[in-house]
């Protein structure tokens, strides 16, 4: 198509998850439940960590890493989405799309290689108990952090640049209800296939070069507590890493079947169910693993409700 017959478009149409009225109400409801859920929650576990020095250990220092991006990768999409629910606002500029998707990437990169960086701490605990506060020395978890945002955010940009670049017709309406790459492109009035490319090489290395890191990490850490650890000692060392471990399964099984399926019609539907798990769902339940599975986490909340009853 030549460039006489792209027209400027002033931005896109999100179409969302549903058009019935009462199924709105319902979505709405419950995702703006779990959403202040997931603010609230995330932001009591970063504020605990900060304020209790207890808790001022390599491993919680991933975590309220992790809580403050949860934050903010939900927060990059729920809200406008309960905007279309609620009042049915589904427009969107270019701008705010580009941006939308570009900063949902970047969390997205982000979180996986900080799950990365939690499972390779939870290797040198178990693995090398001697040796954890050498290894896991402040610079090192602070380099660990650095290197996962920095990474995050180049992975991003590139397809951010690139999806940037493509001309758009007359065709606005983003079969989604946040803008993502994947739906974006499809509506340029160009050949796609080169960002096609770019984002499955990009999204999925990070995608799958920072799971094989994990499984890697688990494998070793499984085999050190079958051949040295006593009987008595692995449910106590599995209990440490079971928390982590489901949010690394809820995390990659959702992305891995946004980015990894097929490519087809009936991948779209897939792909909002696994969105609004990873966007919606995932980051809510966050809190509640990580504080009901953590005994420390459960003892420094109490000591803190103990304190404010003095108050």
């Not at 001022?56 to 809200?79: C, E, G, R």
């Not at 509506?187 to 920072?210: H, K, P, Q, W």
Request: net charge positive; proline share 3%.
């Amino acid at each position: 198509m030549g460039p006489e017959n792209v027209t400027t478009m002033e931005g896109f149409i999100l179409l969302g998850i549903t058009d019935e009225r009462d199924l709105k109400i319902f979505c709405f409801v419950l995702f703006l439940t779990f959403y202040l859920f997931n603010l609230s929650g995330n932001l009591c576990i970063v504020l605990l960590i900060t304020i209790d020095h207890s808790l001022y250990k390599p491993m919680y220092y991933f975590l309220a890493n992790l809580s403050f991006l949860d934050i903010f990768y939900s927060t990059t999409t729920v809200p406008k989405m309960l905007s279309g629910l609620l009042v049915g606002d589904k427009r969107i500029s270019i701008f705010g799309c580009i941006a939308q998707l570009h900063f949902f990437h970047f969390l997205g990169s982000t979180e996986a290689l900080l799950l990365t960086s939690m499972s390779y701490d939870r290797y040198v605990a178990i693995c090398h108990p001697l040796r954890y506060r050498i290894i896991m020395r402040r610079s090192i978890c602070f380099y660990l952090v650095f290197l996962s945002w920095s990474a995050g955010l180049t992975t991003s940009l590139v397809n951010t640049l690139m999806t940037s670049r493509l001309p758009f017709c007359n065709v606005n309406r983003v079969r989604h209800f946040y803008c993502d790459v994947k739906p974006v492109i499809k509506l340029a009035c160009r050949d796609i296939r080169v960002n096609e490319m770019t984002l499955l090489y990009f999204s999925g290395f990070i995608c799958t070069g920072t799971f094989i890191l994990t499984v890697i990490s688990y494998f070793y850490i499984i085999s050190h507590l079958v051949t040295h650890q006593s009987s008595k000692g692995r449910p106590k060392a599995f209990s440490t890493c079971s928390a982590h471990l489901t949010v690394v399964m809820l995390f990659y099984g959702t992305a891995m079947c946004t980015y990894l399926g097929p490519d087809s019609e009936a991948s779209i539907e897939s792909d909002r169910v696994a969105a609004i798990l990873a966007t919606v769902i995932t980051p809510s339940l966050n809190p509640i693993i990580y504080t009901l599975r953590n005994k420390e986490v459960r003892n420094s909340l109490g000591n803190i409700f103990k304190t404010s009853q003095y108050w």
